[in-house]
């Protein structure tokens, strides 16, 4: 049997989906071992089958991000596209029709206007002042309804007077929206997402046919401040892209008689306020159901109070659909309990820290105040404990019942990260009456993990959710204290992502913001998409940092690997060799101070090292945050000048890689002398004559070892040095953000495998399972966010970034490799000395299912059971025992004697 599933076009699912350059891919499935693709043919097609392109029949084993090669397509449409692959057995499988739809593909078809409300808004009057921030002088919005500003409506009434074939409507907002169209909302939450504004603003798409009716019909929406207007990132500012709220719509009607007609916003739109008295991403929601007005979106709504709207030229050139993974809610469940505190609150416990919002629904007198205020974590005594400080995070949603009886209430226009949240207002509460909305941007979870050690298991599960919980639009640092895309936690962790989930597109996105953030001269910021209050900060002329910003150079790779899609890698080349010419300048006209009366020959190797400036350095060592993120700079400062270069001879190592690649021999030569010069340099400046290296941190050591930054005879003495600092700590780890990922692979790589075990199984703090064991349900920001003795801080306690050890795991453990990019050739080596007795996990790779289970009988046998897909090879590794194969599904054993 052959078959091809998984079909994708431009990596998206949704029905929202907008596409002007389709790209095409699909997976296989042979129960036939060896089985290959050795054709494919694509048909693009009409709805109503007219074939518009097809790609003839492409001798080729390529099945994934293959392009659209045909005609301009048209505006507004759907299409239906349909593959068939040739086996090497000469089969043939065909996909089950897949659709794309296209927006508006040719400027001069927009008919639109951007409106905005003429109505004064309250003035912008958030701290600005770092100091404060971090002295936590920065309290929560007190009464938030006297500071924010409502909600916008936008309505208008148009009439058609033909028979209507289909309607599509096409939408975004400066702030987030939903739209109406008689009555009907239309939107996916947080719509239009969070991109770089200033560059380009996306819309949705919506079939709003069975809305739409022949005669009169009303077009409304109601504008958010979303991330365009909110208080938003670290400071908590308003405003940061803009001061009024806008909305844009147009409708392509089609009529029966096979007239088309461009309807959209203008001038005869009208604006108003309702029951949405705020709405703030980080201060929460205000509703106030007694100004509800249902009738605003009928045709004989009397336009009391709203005011003509605002004509506002702000271009077209801006506007794209929106073709990735949008923002859902990926899980509806029920939650865990409802708790008394001692203190008498009412406390709702939704049984794991997610990224959304709390429905409820009960009865209460008209005009009762309920409010919902999110937190992480509980104090010590069981108490409501808000663990996120700083301005403007209140995550706390109000509720005000409009009359007698049954209520409901979902917040629409804001998020939060949380497992517990107090509810005041209502006493009489059941747990039905409760649902958690995980609110993440849908992606496909490609890759499943379960073995013998049920903490392990817990621990890939808290990695799941902390992934799931921090990608919404953009990859997040954590959905409660700042929803930033900070680059480096995204470059520790890629590995780990693009094996839980799809993150092509996802991730392809993001990078083309950083593109579009990068600096004149080549800096990256460290959080993308930028902000302007990022600079109320750090007010220097760097805005980069080493470990951060390689994330430009780092994450592309990182694609590629898993993926195998070249373009990824040439979409952003341009950009990886503006920030390594950047690094190189920096590096060659500066040097340290207090260095003076250097030799040619000193002078020469400062040339290499990058280590002035400002870093995060080894961000988080545990031993310099004892008190969470107290004082996070501790490290940075003592750690950066040995970080920075390391990590430049880690990102010229990728470029050597990247450029050969990409066929760039002569770029691929200078990359490996810069390299090689960083080395000399390193070994030359860091690694004294007692052999150790001048800053005496295990994270510095793992990073020298990883980056091959020491002659091969110094590094043994590098390898037992970094073992003695782990058992002089307890035997836990004591590495940050840039040497956790690598950690457990340099002890792994140079025969140090029980030491890398100890290291994962230890439950003293700081170590992953202290967590678990502390009740972790995500990964924390801070190994020590909830203290030895109970204690809580105030960090995140949901951080992906320390979750990146899943990689190690999925390799080393379940010993599921990827060799070739793409996984075209994997290694299968389980290690049965890991401490479990048996393991199972699959990842879906671009070429189809992968999987792997293992088992121990009696710690004489081991049973392994492997499927690997078409056009895919495996070297599998039992012991001493080696055999390749093709794909197919296979059943090894091995006695051991």
């Known amino acids: 049997m052959y078959l091809v599933y998984g079909e994708k076009c431009c990596g998206q699912k949704k029905p929202s989906a907008l596409v002007s350059n389709p790209i095409f891919s699909w997976r296989l499935k042979s129960d036939r071992e060896n089985e ?180 009169k019909n009303v077009l409304g929406a109601v504008v958010a401040d979303g991330w365009y207007l909110g208080k938003v990132g670290l400071m908590g500012v308003g405003n940061q892209y803009g001061e009024n709220p806008a909305f844009f719509m147009q409708l392509v009607i089609n009529y029966e008689d096979g007239t088309m007609e461009m309807v959209g916003t203008d001038a005869d739109f009208v604006a108003g306020a309702g029951a949405y008295l705020y709405a703030d991403l980080f201060v929460g929601e205000g509703y106030d159901a007694r100004k ?3 009738c605003w979106t009928n045709c004989e709504y009397q336009n009391r109070n709203w005011k003509p709207v605002v004509i506002k030229d702000y271009g077209y050139h801006p506007l794209r659909g929106s073709a990735d993974e949008t923002a859902a809610f990926v899980r509806i469940e029920k939650a865990k309990e409802i708790l008394r505190s001692p203190k008498g609150e009412l406390i709702v416990n939704a049984g794991e820290n997610i990224s959304g919002v709390l429905g409820v629904k009960g009865n209460a007198s008209a005009g009762t105040v309920i409010k919902l205020e999110y937190c992480e974590v509980l104090d010590k005594e069981g108490n409501y404990l808000q663990n996120i400080l700083g301005q403007n995070k209140n995550q706390t949603d109000v509720y005000i019942t409009g009359k007698d009886g049954a209520f409901y209430y979902r917040p629409k226009f804001t998020f939060h990260g949380f497992q517990y949240v107090r509810i005041s207002g209502i006493e009489d509460l059941k747990l039905e009456d409760i649902q958690i909305y995980v609110l993440a941007s849908d992606m496909e979870r490609t890759g499943e993990f379960i073995c013998s050690n049920a903490k392990l298991n817990q621990l890939q599960e808290n990695i799941f959710r902390s992934q799931q919980g921090n990608m919404l639009y953009v990859p997040t640092d954590c959905p409660q204290r700042e929803k930033a895309g900070w680059t480096g936690d995204m470059q520790a962790y890629a590995p780990t992502a693009a094996y839980l989930m799809d993150v092509e597109a996802f991730l392809g996105k993001w990078l083309e913001n950083m593109r579009l953030e990068q600096q004149e001269d080549g800096q990256v910021p460290h959080v993308i998409p930028d902000i302007p209050s990022n600079r109320y900060i750090d007010h220097s002329k760097e805005i980069c940092s080493s470990g951060w910003a390689d994330a430009c150079v780092i994450v592309p790779y990182r694609l590629f690997m898993a993926y195998g899609n070249k373009e990824i890698l ?47 350095g080894d961000w988080l060592i545990p031993s310099l945050s004892r008190t969470g993120v107290a004082d996070p700079m501790k490290g940075a400062e003592m750690t950066k000048e040995l970080v ?33 010069k960083i080395k000399e340099a390193y070994t030359h400046e860091y690694l004294m004559a007692d052999g150790h290296l001048k800053l005496d941190y295990q994270g510095i050591y793992v990073l020298a070892l990883q980056m091959d930054l020491v002659p091969d005879d110094k590094k043994e003495f590098l390898l037992n040095h970094l073992i003695e600092l782990i058992k002089e700590n307890d035997g836990c780890l004591d590495t940050g953000f840039l040497s956790m990922p690598f950690l457990l692979d340099v002890l792994y790589e140079n025969g140090r495998q029980e030491e890398a075990y100890k290291l994962l199984y230890q439950e003293k703090c700081p170590s992953w399972l202290y967590e678990i064991n502390k009740g972790a349900n995500t990964i924390w920001e801070s190994w020590t966010n909830i203290s030895e003795d109970d204690v809580r801080s105030s960090s995140s306690y949901n951080h992906f970034a320390f979750g990146s050890v899943g990689d190690f795991i999925y390799r080393r453990m379940l010993g599921l490799q990827c060799v070739e ?24 790779s671009v070429y189809g299912l992968i999987s792997v289970a293992w088992s121990l009988v009696d710690q004489k046998k081991m049973i392994l059971d492997v499927e690997i ?8 590794v039992l012991g001493d025992h080696v055999v390749n194969k093709g794909s197919g599904k296979y059943h090894l054993e091995k006695i051991f004697e």
């Open 36 to 215: 290959k693709q050795t054709g494919y043919e694509i048909h693009v097609k009409t709805m109503d089958g007219k074939t518009i392109w097809t790609s003839g029949k492409v001798i080729s084993e390529k099945v994934h991000g293959i392009p659209y090669e045909g005609p301009q397509l048209e505006s507004a449409k759907d299409y239906l596209w349909i593959v068939t692959s040739s086996s090497e057995a000469g089969e043939c499988a065909v996909s089950k029709p897949q659709f794309f739809s296209t927006g508006i593909l040719e400027q001069d078809l927009w008919k639109a206007k951007w409106i905005e409300p003429d109505l004064k808004r309250k003035v912008c009057e958030d701290e600005t002042e770092a100091w404060k921030l971090f002295a936590g002088m920065m309290p929560y919005l007190e009464n938030p309804e006297e500071k924010l500003n409502p909600c916008t409506y936008f309505r208008k009434v148009i009439e058609v007077d033909k028979k209507i074939k289909n309607v599509k409507a096409f939408a975004t907002a400066h702030g987030i929206y939903e739209l109406y169209i008689n009555g009907t909302a239309y939107g996916n939450p947080l719509a239009p997402g969070y991109t770089v504004y200033k560059e380009y603003q996306e819309y949705q798409g919506y079939d709003v046919t069975d809305s739409f009716k022949e005669g």
């Open 292 to 294: 509800e007005n249902d």
């Open 570 to 616: 040439k979409e952003n080349y341009a950009m990886m060799l503006k920030w390594m010419k950047y690094v190189e300048e920096k590096a060659a006209s500066e040097i340290p101070q207090g260095l003076h009366d250097l030799t040619e020959e000193q002078k020469e190797y400062q040339k290499y090292l990058w280590n002035t400036g400002f870093h995060y």
């Open 644 to 676: 920075a270069p390391a990590m430049y001879a880690y990102t010229s190592g990728l470029m050597v890689e990247i450029c050969e690649t990409l066929g760039e021999k002569a770029e691929a030569e200078r990359f490996r002398g810069i390299n090689q």
């Open 821 to 844: 990019p793409g996984y075209r050739r994997v290694k299968i080596k389980p290690d049965i000395n890991c401490g479990l007795n048996w393991a199972k996990g699959t990842f879906e």
């Open 869 to 876: 897909p078409p056009n895919t090879t495996a070297e599998i």
